[in-house]
């Protein structure tokens, strides 16, 4: 496989300066092409999503994950890539540089990519090597040569998360099972200050069901795990054990056969109850999205195509998100 091209696509280069106040809020997609032929490309919004470069980047290899790293107003993504690390400083014209790891991760790259910090907000980012080559970490993410293994050599790490709890700040790692086994589920490591006094994994897989971990959502004490095929998990962090209960038949999500019960909950996320609104539970699969209240209870559908009810509007009026300027043509070419 060869290494990404390291060019930004010409044209397109005029693009509004963000105005969501979070680097995380600039929305950043990234688009698989054909593997075999395209590469992948990468597409950039500054705008939360009202417009995009479809084509910042392109990649001769595929594009598995993305994290955002530095300040709002020099914001630096980070690309796990099949061909290793690379950073692209977003407001430049070009791939910055590939960020090595160590030479038997980058030569076979990275399924993903996770940038937080310490409790004292010292910038962290961890990896998670392809052919389970484990997790890789660095205090020191822009430095080459300053990630150190971490251990979990040996198991099939796909997702990386952060959460904090009583003071704390935790990297969790999900696992992909194969075979058809109720697999590992996940992991969780404390991350101190220091990267010398960093310890060994937490295995958090007792009553684990569903095969592959796919993702993570923390709120609170709670923490929830998006499964292949047992839905949504969930487990109490003050508990000891740490353990998963999987939800009941009518939770809500939608059905796929009996020997795998739900459809794979592919992404999570929850939000505390506030100004914002009520307590909130979402999660994401290949049937759509799903919502329930933070509280628990069974999810409904909200991202449904077909609606019972119905609005009607006289003709010629348009349906508007917000004031538009609408000019009319007629035939004959004029306004």
């Not at 696992?175 to 590992?184: D, I, L």
Request: overall charge neutral.
């Amino acid at each position: 496989m060869t290494a990404p091209a390291g060019k930004a696509s010409p044209g397109r280069r005029a693009v509004r300066r963000p105005r969501c106040g979070r680097i995380r809020a600039a929305p950043v997609w990234a688009e698989g092409g054909n593997h075999t032929e395209d590469g992948s490309r990468l597409a950039v919004s500054f705008d939360c999503g009202e417009t995009w470069q479809s084509d910042a980047i392109r990649f001769d290899s595929w594009i598995y994950d993305l994290a955002w790293l530095g300040t709002a107003a020099d914001p630096v993504l980070l690309i796990a890539t099949r061909s290793g690390l690379y950073s692209w400083k977003v407001r430049s014209e070009a791939l910055q540089r590939r960020l090595p790891v160590a030479a038997g991760v980058d030569a076979v790259g990275l399924y993903a990519v996770l940038a937080t910090g310490t409790a004292l907000g010292r910038p962290v980012v961890a990896v998670a090597a392809r052919e389970q080559r484990g997790v890789w970490i660095s205090y020191d993410p822009l430095e080459p040569g300053s990630f150190v293994a971490t251990g979990l050599e040996g198991s099939d790490i796909r997702v990386l998360d952060a959460a904090d709890l009583a003071g704390g700040r935790y990297i969790w790692a999900g696992a992909r099972a194969t075979g058809g086994s109720a697999g590992e589920g996940a992991f969780r490591l404390n991350l101190p200050e220091r990267p010398q006094d960093l310890d060994a994994w937490q295995p958090l897989r007792a009553r684990w069901r569903g095969g592959s971990c796919l993702g993570f959502a923390f709120l609170g004490t709670r923490a929830w795990a998006g499964s292949f095929d047992a839905g949504v998990l969930e487990a109490g962090l003050g508990a000891d054990p740490i353990a998963w209960t999987a939800p009941e038949v009518d939770i809500g999500l939608p059905f796929r056969s009996r020997e795998n019960l739900f459809e794979p909950v592919a992404a999570l996320a929850a939000r505390a109850a506030g100004p914002g609104g009520p307590g909130l539970m979402m999660a994401a699969g290949p049937r759509g999205l799903y919502a329930r209240g933070a509280g628990g209870g069974p999810f409904a559908a909200t991202s449904q195509t077909l609606f019972e009810n119905e609005v009607r509007l006289p003709a010629p009026w348009l349906f508007a998100s917000e004031p538009h300027l609408v000019r009319v043509i007629g035939s004959d070419g004029t306004p």
